[in-house]
C-alpha cells in the first residue's frame, strides 16, 4: 500500500491546496485595493508530482508589492495501476493421483471448462487465465512445496486448492505468511477455521465444510423420520468417518432426547467387504442406519447391503450418498436419504438458467466423468474462478486499476455469487462460503439411467452453519428446542 | 443363531477372496524365492480388467467369460514380469528383488490409473441379478456363495495339480532344490515362468471375482497386499495349506471382531498374527527358509 494513494487523500490535498491558494490571491486583492491599478500574478510551480509551490504577487500601483508565497505538499492524483499485458497466473494444487483422485479429477475439469470459456470472453478484464496445475497426490508435505513453488518460481498471481482436510490445515498458515490469494475449495476440515486460522485474511473456502454438512444431514434425517429412535452407523474408520458420527449424533440428540445408539461398525477406508459389518449392525435392529463413506466404499456397501436386505429391513441415510449414488445405476434402491453439499439438479434446471447450462456442458464435454454430470467439486471449481473474476471487476470498479490482492480480498469478502448451486456467499468474519446443502430421496430415474434424488430439498445455511466465532459444539449444544 | 451363521458365511466370503489373493503369492514365493510386492498391482488390474469386460457385456450370457479373461490377461502379464525383469535377479540379493518388486507395483498402478481413469468402475447387476436367498429368515446374496464355490473349486484344482499330476511333481522338485532340479534334467526357468503364470493369474481371478460385489477402483492393491502377507505369515510363507488355514482363520476372526470388537477391527488381524509369530515364528505350516 506504501506508494498508493487513495483517491480521499488526493482530493483533500488538492482542496486544500486551491482553498489556501484562493485565500491568499482574495485577500492579497483586497489588501491591495485602494489603487486602482492592480496586478496580480499567480504563479503555480510544480517541483515534483507531489510539491506544489504557488506563488501569489499582488502588486499595485503605488503601494507595496505583497507577495505570498505557500508550498503545499498535495497528493497528486495517483494514476491507476495499468491493467497488466500478461495473462493471469492461477495456481492449481488438487489430487490426481491415489484414490482421492476420483473426488479432484472431475473438479479439474469443470476448472479448465469455466477458464476456457472465461477466456475466450475476453478474460478477467482483458487478461486470459493461464492455469499451473500441480498434483499432490494427497501429501502435504508434497502440497506445500508444490504452494511454495507456485508462488517462488512461477510467480502465481492467485492460487486455488483442492484438497484433504490434512493438506488444508498445513497449507492454511503458510498460505497466510504468503500473502497470495488462496481460494480452498476442498479440504473441510472443521477445525480449518475453528482453530488453525480463526481469523484468516489471504485463504478462502467454497465448500461446505464437514460440520456443515453434518448437522444438514442430521436435520434432515430428523425431517425424514421424526420418529426414529434407534440409530447404527457403518463408517470409515477415519478421522472424517468419527467427526461425522460425532455430529449427527450430537445433533441428533439434541433433536431426539431420548435417541440411542445401537450399533457402530468401522470398516477401513476402501474396504471390499461389508458383509460382516451390515450383519452386526442389522443384527442390532436399527430404525435408521447411516452409511459415513464415499466414493466406491459407499457404493460397494449399499451394493452389499441389497444382498442382506439391508433397505428392507430399515431406513437407510448417507452424508455423502447425493455424489455417488449414481454408481449404482438403475439397481439403487429406492429411498435412501442422500445429502450432499450440491447436485447437479439443484436448483431445478427450468429455474435456474446457470445450472443447466453448466451440466449441458459439462455432460457434452465429459460424458463419462462422474456419471456424466458434475460432482460438488466441479461445483466448487466454477464459483473459485467466478468468484476470483467478480471480485477483480468489483474492485477495479471502485479504484479504476488493476487491483492489488488487497484490494480483491476487500471486494471478496461478503461478495455474493451465483453459482450453478445457487447464490452463495463469502462471509466476511471467517471467509468460509456459505450456500445450501442439499438432501433428497433416492429415486431409479430411467432418464438418466440411475438414481437420482426425488423429491430433492435444500438446507439453507442458516440452519446449518454455527455464526462466525462459534464452534459448532457450543452452538448446537445452545440450541432451544421447543 | 441366525447372526452367527450370519457371522460364519460372512467369514468363509472373506476368507474365499483372501485365499485367492494369498495363495497366488505364496505359490510364486514357494517356487521362486521372489515376494512379489506387485501381487496387489495385478490383483487391481485383474478387477479392471473385468469390470470393463462384464461392463460391455452385461446384456449377454458371455458376461461370464470376464473372469477367465482377466485371468488369463493378468497370467500373460505374470509370464511378461517374469521374462521380462524378475529372470535377471534370481541371484541377486533379497534387496534387489523387493526394490524391483515394488518398482513393478509402482508403475502396474500407474498404467491401471491412466488407462482406466481415475473414477470407480461400478458393476452392480451381476451380483444383484445372481439373487438373495433365505438363509434362516434372513436374506443372503447368492453371488457370496458362488464366489466360496469357486474359490473351492480353484483350491481343489490347484492341490491336484501340484500333488496328482506330473507337472505338480517338477514344480515342488524346484521348490525344494533348485539346482538339484536341475541336475536331474528339468528346465527350472520353464517351471518358474510357470509359476508365475499361476500365481498371477490367482491374482487376477481373485480381482474379477471382487468387482461384481465391489468395485474396480483404484487404492485396493495396497489393501489386498497387506493382508495377504498377513495371512501367509499366519500360515507359513510359502505353504498353500497355510495360506488356507490362515485365510480362513483371518476371515472367521474379522468377521467377529467387527461383531465384538468393532474399535480395534484392523488391529485384531494384526494382534493374531503377532501371537502365531510369538509362538510360532516360521508360521503355522511354515518351513524353515532360507532367504536367496
Partial sequence: MGERISRRDFLKGLVGGLIVGGVIGVAGGYVAAPGKEKTITATKTVTSEKTVTKTVTAATSGAKTVTETTTTTVTAKPKPREIPSKPIKLGVITILTGPGAMLFDPGLKALQMEVEKINAQGGILGRKIELVVKDSGGKPDKCIEHYKRLVTEEQADFITVGATSAEACALAPIAEESKVLTIIQEGTATKLFEEVDPHPKYVFRINNYDALDAISHAIAIHKAWPKAKKFAVIGADYVWGHDEWNIITTVLKKLVPDMEIVAEAWPPLFAKDYSAHISKVLAAKPDVVELCLWGGDLVTCIKQGIGYGLFKQCKVASVTGGEYVWGLGTECPEGILCSTRYYFLYPPWDRWHINKEFNEEFHKRYPDSHGGYPGFNCNSAYTAIHALKLAIEKAYAITGGWPTTEEIIAAMENLMVPTPGGYRYFRKEDHQMLGYAVSGFTKVSKEFGFAILDPVWAVPPEEMAPPPGKKWKEWVESWKIE | ?292
Avoid at chain 2, 536331474?184 to 510357470?194: A, E, K, M, P, Q
Avoid at chain 2, 480362513?248 to 477391527?265: D, H, K, N, T, Y
Fill in chain 2, 1 to 292: 443363531m441366525i447372526e452367527m451363521t450370519r457371522f460364519i458365511l460372512d467369514g468363509f466370503f472373506y476368507a474365499s477372496i483372501l485365499f485367492l489373493i494369498s495363495s497366488g503369492l505364496t505359490l510364486i514365493f514357494s517356487v521362486a524365492g521372489i515376494i512379489n510386492l506387485a501381487h496387489g498391482a495385478l490383483y487391481m488390474l485383474g478387477a479392471y480388467i473385468a469390470a470393463v469386460l462384464i461392463k460391455s457385456l452385461i446384456n449377454t450370457p458371455y458376461a461370464i467369460l470376464a473372469f477367465p479373461i482377466a485371468a488369463l490377461i493378468i497370467g500373460l502379464i505374470g509370464i511378461i514380469i517374469e521374462r521380462g525383469f524378475i529372470k535377471w535377479i534370481y541371484e541377486r540379493e533379497f534387496v534387489y528383488q523387493l526394490l524391483l518388486t515394488f518398482g513393478l507395483a509402482l508403475v502396474l498402478s500407474d498404467i491401471t490409473r491412466i488407462t482406466f481413469g481415475t473414477e470407480p468402475i461400478y458393476v452392480t447387476k451381476l451380483y444383484i441379478h445372481a439373487g438373495i436367498i433365505d438363509i434362516l429368515g434372513s436374506p443372503y446374496p447368492v453371488y457370496n456363495f458362488i464366489v466360496m464355490a469357486v474359490t473351492f473349486l480353484i483350491g481343489g484344482l490347484m492341490w491336484f495339480i501340484m500333488y496328482k499330476t506330473r507337472a505338480g511333481k517338477i514344480i515342488r522338485a524346484c521348490a525344494l532344490d533348485r539346482e538339484m532340479s536341475e541336475a536331474i534334467g528339468i528346465n527350472t526357468s520353464r517351471v518358474f515362468t510357470l509359476t508365475f503364470f499361476m500365481g498371477s493369474a490367482l491374482a487376477g481371478i481373485s480381482g474379477a471375482l471382487v468387482v461384481p460385489q465391489s468395485a474396480a477402483m483404484l487404492g485396493i492393491d495396497a489393501d489386498a497386499l497387506i493382508e495377504s502377507f498377513i495371512v501367509i505369515v499366519i500360515g507359513g510363507v510359502g505353504s498353500i495349506k497355510g495360506a488356507f488355514i490362515g485365510s480362513l482363520l483371518i476371515g472367521l476372526i474379522r468377521a467377529f471382531g467387527i461383531a465384538l470388537f468393532p474399535e480395534i477391527e484392523l488391529a485384531i488381524v494384526y494382534l493374531v498374527m503377532a501371537a502365531v509369530l510369538l509362538i510360532r515364528p516360521r508360521g503355522l505350516f511354515g518351513k524353515e527358509y532360507r532367504v536367496a
